[in-house]
């Protein structure tokens, strides 16, 4: 069983987001990633590379695409973007696995 609260999560620069790789491709830009968002709290507007697989495991999150919640499995092609949001009901983390081919680019606003 995985222990979410055990996990090392790593800060990033963004407010309330917190990243855990499990395996990360500098060449490649490919990773398989736990995500951590705090409620309310949003991860960068950005554009996929490459296809991205998420499969949610606590709470939730908001982007153009809808509402997405612990246990739905979302698929983002390449050259997508969103910007998801954590949501704040409930008031618990959004934790999400991805993995993630060709890396993100960050958008600038």
Request: negative net charge; charged residues 25%.
């Amino acid at each position: 069983m995985l222990d979410l609260t055990r996990i090392p999560w790593r800060a990033t620069r963004h407010e309330g987001i917190h990243l855990h790789f499990l395996r990360r491709d500098e060449a490649t830009g490919d990773s398989t990633v736990l995500i951590r968002m705090e409620p309310g709290c949003s991860y960068p507007a950005h554009r996929h590379q490459g296809e991205e697989e998420v499969f949610v495991l606590q709470g939730g999150y908001r982007d153009a695409r809808g509402l997405h919640r612990a246990g739905d499995y979302v698929l983002n092609e390449a050259g997508s973007a969103h910007n998801p949001t954590a949501l704040t009901d409930p008031a618990e983390d959004c934790i999400m696995l991805a993995v993630a081919h060709g890396g993100i680019k960050i958008q600038k606003p």
